[in-house]
């Protein structure tokens, strides 16, 4: 038996889209991830000289349809796709060395 579910508000149901936007934006990141580096581990790390060649291969997942994936390859080769990462990489190292990190310290460093 299939249930209807209704918000109290237009707003709620803006926000709950919202988060759910964000839940799968980052999950659907994490999968093509997964498949870059799967890939890059069979076929070696270059992904420019998939594209040089003109012979992106396969996509690794199955999920992927193959017409897509040379659009994935020339995504990730892309100076803008570079920047971003490197500027990324770059934010995350600098969090790391402010001591602005998340998990559990040690009470003992506490008591310092």
Known sequence: MQKHYQFASD???????????????????????????????????SMVEWKERGAAPRPYCEWIIPDYWPGLVDHWCSDDFARRSNRNAENRAGAESSGATTGSVNMLVHKQ
């Open 11 to 45: 707003v709620g149901e803006r926000e709950a889209w919202s988060t759910f936007r964000k839940i799968a934006n980052g999950r659907l990141s994490d999968m093509l991830n997964k498949c870059k580096g799967a890939a890059t581990k069979q076929y070696g790390d």
